[in-house]
Structures are given as C-alpha cells and as structure tokens.
Nanobody
Framework: QVQLVESGGGLVQPGGSLRLSCVAS????????LGWYRQPPGKQRDQRDI??????????NYADSVKGRFTISRDNEKNSVYLQMNSLKVEDTGVYYC????????WGQGTQVTVSS
C-alpha cells in the first residue's frame, strides 16, 4: 500500500519560514519524481497548482510565485522529500500536498500552512 505522509505545517507570520517533510512508503522512491502543490483557501484541490517539483535525478522546478523563496529537496535513503519555505507571504496560505509520480500519481493527506500576522 502506497502512503505519503506530510508534516511540518503550522501558523507563521509573514516573512517567516517553515520546512515541510513528506515520507513515502510502498513505492520505489528513487524512481519517482516528487513535488508539492498547494490548495489555496476556498479552492478545490487542483494538481496543477504545483509549487515545486523535483525529478528522479534531482532537477528542481518552481512556480514563479515561489522562485527564490522555496527550495525542494529529496533524500532517497530516507524516502523523503522536503520543502523549505522562506520569506513566507499571506498568499502562501493553503493546504500543501506532497506527491509522487511515475506511471501512477500518488499524494498525501496534506498539511495546513497559514501565514498571518
């Protein structure tokens, strides 16, 4: 059974930082591309709202809105993917889901990130 479990969300003030983690099980982790997408408040979850993506060979891509502020990384030995979020803005608020994709697409249950003063 495939599982992706996120952690690290919370409430943070604008300008602050958070680090999200996602641990996967049940897949050949190193063969999968990984990433994070965000569901903003009041919107349906949409897999196209990707904020960061990292390929199986470690190449990272970011949405324009987070470039220079967010960093995605992976640790294949720990079956984990991370999202370091710096200089957070109110508009970064949402539920963050990690995903793994190869021939199939898997995602976790999400972790809430709230940026508010």
């Amino acid at each position: 059974q495939v599982q992706l479990v996120e952690s690290g969300g919370g409430l943070v003030q604008p300008g602050g930082s958070l680090r999200l983690s996602c641990v996967a099980s049940g897949i050949g982790f190193s063969d999968y591309a990984l990433g994070w997408y965000r569901q903003p408040p009041g919107k349906q979850r949409d897999q196209r709202d990707i904020v960061a993506h990292i390929t199986a060979d470690g190449k990272a891509n970011y949405a324009d809105s987070v470039k220079g502020r967010f960093t995605i990384s992976r640790d294949n030995e720990k079956n984990s993917v991370y999202l370091q979020m710096n200089s957070l803005k109110v508009e970064d608020t949402g539920v963050y889901y990690c995903y793994a994709i190869q021939t199939s697409w898997y995602w976790g249950q999400g972790t809430q990130v709230t940026v508010s003063s």
